[in-house]
């Protein structure tokens, strides 16, 4: 199938950034061997819907190598266009382009059904959605879908309970090799990193409050403290702020740390998190950035309705001038900072998100014909698959258990 | 002043130059120098003075430059391109000529101007006065010197003038180690928990960069020729090799104070990612600029060079500390008069600054 891209001649900068990428992705490649050995990808065609960047081209790669067809799909605002060139040399179809309208986007997706799939690598689970709504009849072939992201995930388990979902969908998301890794060394550090690249803060002394202290928030607190930051966290769970304070933070309500703050990150994932009412009571100058992020986390409309002047300094820098007269900086547009302004999650991290992804499509074409429809969770024998490969390309060995050991677990009582 | 009418016709209706923008710009981001140096700058103790200035010419030197000329000094700058990001060095050099500064090109900032005071890098100035224009080495009143390297040439030259050894103050190893890690991120998108890193140097700012390298999950090895370094950076946590074990395992390696050469190249792993932070040298023949270098040891090994050596743009607070410092070395040998000889840097100067800082975040020293 021919590929629709915007710039073909600039494959040469997309294959250098891929194989870049390449070298820090053992986890991948080691999956990518076995699937190769196990000759079940040999002509069967597998549909990618991926943020195109040089990490994800690494998947698709990966699966065309073990044989293959493979097709991709993204939105125009997350393309690459080297990476969607250099793909399309190497013999994927990219259906992707930057300049892409949505009717463009919608009709790639629909090609790409049409081709008739056997797998699915799904990314917000809008293109299950969409086959379920305009092409029911692709997916009466189709061995069955993964899913990699929490919000892709909630309309699946809804439509499972209306008894809609017509395919087996694996939930990637949850794999422990991935939200263990990715949400609190990944999104962590590059959120941290993107803030400081836009801000151009100095964080040694400066005080950085973290809203929330699931996995993100304690990747970024972490990360924010290594450099020098007096990091203060705020929480709703007792549990979480038991755990922040035991790591050495201090815990107090964000409306209060709010008044000391130089860099504000929002990691709850929950709209309003930070409302008018913070934006107000902020230091002069600060800093608000969101990591991880859904709409509205920061209150932007409010704070719009609210300020006197609204002007962008930089790109992804925008500064608000409060009726109070103090001035407030939003960090890409109230946007994940990471994803947003910077190159997304580190490369070795999404190593193991995208092996992940991998393991499910074979899974899927292994036992998806015996699997009811439904969000089914990855074998736990895979994950644990993900984690040893991960290991053993790190060259770190880990102890066995002994079999006294195993004679005391299976004692009881 | 001329006359409004004038003023508003020409300065108003011309927009600012790019180099005059980039130097209000990081006007914000030196409070020190912009309120407490500038103060003190009052008491006329530059006036009629000839200052020649040789440094990296960035935005923050920009206005360190504009500072002196309007605290009455006669200035020449030598327009050094600032390491990184290309600099806006040719804007900053044309806003600064148009402020009244001589701005010359020579790569040693020499000039026929003939300084009584001199602020120098790696004494490239003061060195090529000694052995080009010998009349003018021998009017010279003080050196104000701005790296460690420099300060050592310098104690050789044995001067009949006062040269003060202003060293990046203590207060902005942090702001280094913040500006290595993120420029090493950024560049390569790897992931720092988990790396073995090899640091060249435990002086201050190589140990601020271990202790952040630890914290945020990395593992650290020290490769030091100092034995008291040494001792401290093992007490402190953290391993301590030399060259051929430490190197051999690194995923990254960072200069900090000690450097890099090509004897080093066989010990190091294939695709280890090499770094540099301020005073650190990676003595590899590379052009620098942004982005990954690869350097090529055998026909089958390679490393990566981060910026082809260059060290890291430094937050623009931390510009404040080292310029603040500079100007206020500058006013002390202006009227203080110290002996000749290389000596270091009064104290009370490091605390000037440190209080301007402490007051500006609103922090309390204790007196109990």
Redesign the interface.
């Known amino acids: 199938m021919k590929s629709e891209i915007r710039d073909p001649s600039c494959w040469q900068l997309g294959a250098d950034r891929i194989a870049w990428a390449a070298r820090w992705m053992p986890a991948l490649q080691a999956v990518g061997d076995r699937l190769t050995d196990t000759g079940l990808l040999r002509d069967r065609t597998v549909g990618l819907v991926l943020t195109l960047e040089p990490k994800t081209a690494n998947l698709a790669l990966v699966l065309q190598e073990a044989g293959a067809r493979v097709i991709v799909v993204c939105p125009a605002a997350a393309v690459t266009d080297e990476v969607a060139a250099a793909l399309d040399r190497r013999g994927v179809t990219v259906l992707a382009r930057s300049d892409a309208s949505a009717y463009d986007d919608r009709r790639f997706a629909l090609r790409m059904l049409d081709a008739g799939l056997d797998v699915l690598v799904d990314d917000g689970s809008e293109v299950i959605r969409l086959a379920h709504a305009e092409r029911p009849g692709s997916l009466r072939n189709m061995a069955g879908a993964a899913e990699e992201t929490t919000s892709g995930l909630r309309p699946l388990r809804v439509m499972e309970s209306r008894g809609e979902l017509a395919i087996p969908c694996l939930a990637v998301n949850d794999a422990r090799s991935k939200y263990l890794f990715d949400n609190v060394y990944g999104t962590g550090q590059s959120c941290v990193m993107a803030a400081l690249d836009l801000s151009g803060l100095r964080i040694a002394g400066k005080v950085c409050v973290v809203a929330g202290y699931g996995w993100v928030g304690t990747g970024i607190a972490r990360c924010a403290h290594a450099l020098g930051a007096r990091v203060i966290v705020s929480e709703v769970n007792p549990f979480q702020a038991l755990r922040a304070h035991h790591d050495g933070f201090e815990v107090r309500p964000l409306i209060s740390a709010c008044e000391d703050a130089d860099l504000v990150f929002s990691a709850t994932g929950i709209a309003h998190t930070v409302a008018l009412e913070h934006l107000i009571a902020m230091k002069d100058c600060a800093f608000v950035a969101v990591g991880g992020g859904v709409p509205q986390e920061i209150a932007l409309a409010d704070l719009t309705d609210s300020s006197t002047e609204v002007v962008s300094v930089r790109k992804n820098v925008t500064r608000y001038t409060l009726h109070t007269g103090r001035v407030v900086h939003i960090l890409a547009d109230g946007e994940c900072v990471n994803c947003a302004a910077a190159e997304g999650n580190p490369i070795e991290i999404m190593d193991l998100s995208l092996a992940v992804q991998a393991l499910a499509v074979e899974h899927l074409l292994r036992h998806g014909a015996e699997m009811r429809p439904g969000v089914h969770p990855l074998p736990e024998a895979l994950d644990e698959h993900v984690a040893r490969v991960k290991l053993d390309a790190l060259g770190i060995r880990i102890d066995r258990t002994t079999d006294r050991q195993r004679e005391f677990l299976g004692r009881g009582l | 002043m001329p006359p409004a009418s004038q003023a508003g016709r020409i300065a108003d209706s011309s927009p600012a130059s790019p180099g005059e923008q980039a130097i209000s710009l990081v006007s914000p981001?030196a409070p020190i120098l912009e309120s407490t140096v500038r103060d003190l700058l009052t008491d006329g103790s530059l006036s009629g003075h000839r200052i020649s200035m040789r440094l990296p010419l960035d935005a923050s030197a920009g206005l360190l430059a504009a500072l002196l000329t309007e605290s009455g000094a006669e200035l020449t700058v030598g327009a050094v391109p600032a390491t990184t990001s290309a600099g806006p060095a040719d804007g900053i050099a044309a806003a600064l000529s148009a402020r009244g500064v001589t701005v010359c090109r020579t790569r040693s900032g020499l000039t026929g101007s003939r300084p009584d005071l001199v602020i120098d890098e790696r004494a490239e100035l003061t060195r090529a006065m000694a052995a080009e224009r010998p009349e003018d080495f021998a009017r010279i009143r003080g050196v104000v010197e701005c790296t460690g390297p420099g300060t050592a040439l310098l104690r050789e030259l044995d001067p009949p003038f006062p040269v003060l050894s202003a060293d990046p103050p203590s207060a902005t190893h942090?702001?280094i180690?913040?500006a290595v890690?993120?420029t090493l991120?950024?560049r390569?998108?790897?992931?720092?928990?988990?790396k073995l890193v090899a640091l060249l140097g435990y002086g201050g700012a190589g140990r601020?960069l271990a202790?952040?390298?630890?914290?945020?999950?990395g593992r650290v090895v020290v490769l030091e020729a100092d034995p008291l370094l040494a001792l401290e950076a093992s007490l402190e946590g953290h391993r301590v090799d030399d060259a051929a074990e430490g190197l051999s395992r690194a995923d990254v390696v960072i200069t900090v104070g000690r450097r890099l050469s090509v004897r080093h190249l066989p010990l190091l792993k294939p695709?280890a990612v090499l770094a540099r932070a301020g005073d650190g040298e990676i003595e590899l023949d590379l052009p620098e600029g942004e982005g990954?270098m690869n350097f090529r040891i055998s026909p089958d090994r390679e490393v990566f060079v981060i910026d082809g050596g260059a060290p890291p743009p430094y937050?623009?607070?931390?510009a404040d500390l080292t310029l603040s410092t500079i100007a206020l070395a500058c006013r002390h040998l202006a009227t203080a008069g110290p002996e000749p000889g290389v000596r270091e840097l009064p104290r009370e100067i490091h605390e000037t600054v440190a209080r301007a800082g402490l007051t500006l975040?609103g922090l309390r020293l204790d007196s109990l």
């Open positions: 981001d942090p702001g180690a913040q890690i993120q991120l950024r390569t998108n790897m992931v720092l928990p988990g601020s202790a952040a390298i630890r914290a945020t999950g695709g990954i937050p623009a607070e931390n975040r």
